[in-house]
């Protein structure tokens, strides 16, 4: 059966719908959208561990559970991302499709009736008086947070990532981990959470998004009885964000024995929608195993553990990450120029390029063969100006020309250097 597809806009809520029986899951997903603003990091933050784990309905993470153990065994999550300059607020839960279960039509909408009212109790149920008097839940919600921020601290790659976005990026917003920062994670209040909830209620821009077997206008039903934002919000598209000026710079920890490289490319505007071509570059230049980062400098230059690049429209960057000894780290930048000069100067063979096409095409096969994965595209896509047109795109892919590539690759602009380098112990 082909899937249909029907966006509406209902209640505020910007929904896209898609029926498809691919998978024996139903899958959903709801954001709450904003552009990213520094004074809410860290209480969306916790907002997203609070709101997985409590509603006025359902007190704490036991009674969340025991609703989604009797919900067929429904998984639940709640987590921030960003998206070019926007922050998302988003929840999403995967239930059992009701075929899948043998159960007819009548059963199928009835538990789907279920499963959304579940999710109106999570995201509107939030119980401020409630945890006024029971401040032990915040504090444990607090904690887990802040243990996941000192998580990526230990990771010396993330740590780089996070160390790197202060030189990137212009906003202080978008400088900053959207985790947030433990010290002031510690000092949130209540009235400063209550505030943050109001705001994404009233103020956010809402989207929807639907994959499985879903009732006809069920979820329009549903959703128009749900609480309405203060007025309708205009669709605000994610823009990339602004860029600093081209910086090139050295850090040190003592938590790291290796250093972390991370060079930054910055897309050229007019290529938006040659996402095939970037695609095919990507996968030429760093984004796999027969990549010309991997086979030449990891495996005959023997210069990285680990390297390789992706491209982040959301962004307009193109970002390569690699994993070096200290003393190679200057070494390895000049390598890894010269494989784009390479790109730009058509020194690849036809078979490199034809393997850089299958990497890209594989590369959707797997995405559409991961539920959580196709949603969290298609989701996102949702915010997008020009979303990318999977049919489209797969007809394109085989017409990308090594021509194509090479003009592509001539206009990327290294935009930054960062090197995260061992700290020498005093003597």
Wanted: charged content about 25%.
């Amino acid at each position: 059966m082909a899937e249909q597809i029907q966006n509406k806009i209902v209640n505020s809520w910007h929904i896209h719908q898609v029926e498809s029986q691919q998978f024996n899951s139903n899958f959903l997903m709801l954001g709450f959208v904003t552009p990213v603003r520094l004074k809410h990091i860290n209480s969306r933050a916790l907002l997203s561990y609070l709101m997985a784990v409590h509603a006025k309905k359902y007190p704490n993470q036991q009674a969340v559970s025991r609703r989604l153990m009797a919900l067929y065994g429904a998984s639940y999550a709640v987590r921030v991302l960003t998206y070019g300059n926007l922050d998302v607020l988003l929840f999403r839960i995967t239930f059992a499709k009701g075929s899948r279960l043998g159960k007819g039509a009548l059963e199928s909408e009835q538990m789907i009736e279920e499963i959304m009212t579940f999710m109106k109790e999570m995201i509107f149920g939030l119980d401020f008086d409630f945890l006024s008097i029971n401040q032990q839940l915040i504090e444990n919600e607090k904690k887990n947070l802040i243990q996941e921020i000192l998580a990526r601290e230990d990771d010396k790659v993330a740590q780089a990532i996070d160390r790197s976005r202060e030189y990137l990026f212009l906003d202080e917003g978008q400088q900053a981990s959207i985790l947030g920062d433990p010290k002031q994670i510690e000092r949130l209040t209540i009235p400063e959470l209550s505030g943050s909830y109001q705001e994404m209620l009233e103020e956010n821009q809402r989207f929807l998004f639907a994959h499985g077997e879903w009732p006809e206008g069920l979820i329009e039903k549903v959703v128009r009885a749900w609480p309405a934002s203060n007025a309708p919000i205009p669709f605000r598209a994610a823009e990339r964000p602004a860029l600093q000026k081209p910086s090139n710079q050295v850090e040190s920890s003592l938590s790291i024995e290796q250093a972390v490289v991370i060079v930054q490319y910055e897309l050229p505007e007019d290529e938006n929608g040659s996402f095939e071509v970037l695609g095919v570059l990507n996968a030429l230049f760093g984004g796999g195993p027969a990549s010309l980062l991997f086979t030449e400098i990891r495996e005959k230059a023997s210069l990285a553990y680990n390297i390789s690049s992706r491209a982040q429209f959301s962004v307009g960057l193109l970002t390569v990450i690699a994993e070096c000894e200290p003393k190679e780290a200057q070494e390895l930048l000049k390598k890894i120029d010269d494989q784009l000069q390479r790109i730009i100067a058509g020194q690849f063979t036809d078979e490199q390029f034809s393997q850089a096409r299958k990497t890209v095409l594989g590369e959707r096969f797997r995405t559409a063969d991961a539920v959580e994965s196709l949603a969290l595209e298609k989701f996102l896509q949702l915010l997008s100006r020009e979303p990318v047109d999977d049919q489209l795109f797969e007809q394109k892919l085989p017409l990308v020309t090594r021509k194509e590539v090479m003009a592509s690759a001539k206009q990327l602009k290294r935009q930054s250097t960062f090197i995260l380098t061992k700290k020498e112990q005093p003597l």
